[in-house]
């Protein structure tokens, strides 16, 4: 830009394998192949930052949950009494990513492509 500025469409991803898929391909000495199931989480932004400028991104958050059984070993099994010696809790797992970039725009490059640079 004329002050000097980058301007980034910035589209950060996620990708996470959560399974696989059986499909059938019509090819008789290949009747089947798996396929992966994807799960994808992505974030969009445009950000103006001058040349040398540190940009922190985040927004990509994740939690999960997970039912944890803590017990006794042995005592556990025995009949009747086994629940007293065992019990169910709950873990709350959270991550967020973030994202720094630091963009710097190169003049010589800029200039072989056939773009003008506007310095102020």
Do not use: D
Not at 19 to 30: C, H, L, M, R
């Amino acid at each position: 830009s004329p002050k000097g500025e980058i301007i980034l469409k910035i589209v950060p991803a996620i990708n996470k394998k959560v399974g696989e898929k059986t499909v059938p391909t019509g090819i008789p000495s290949a009747p089947t192949q798996t396929i992966p199931i994807i799960e994808t989480r992505q974030t969009s932004t445009i950000v103006r930052a001058k040349n040398g400028q540190s940009i922190i991104i985040s927004g990509l958050i994740f939690e999960n949950k997970n039912k944890i059984v803590k017990k006794v070993p042995g005592l556990s099994s025995v009949p009747i009494l086994g629940h007293i010696f065992k019990y169910n809790t709950e873990e709350m797992q959270r991550s967020e990513l973030v994202i720094v970039l630091t963009p710097y725009l190169q003049i010589n490059k800029i200039k072989k492509l056939g773009y003008k640079h506007i310095e102020n």
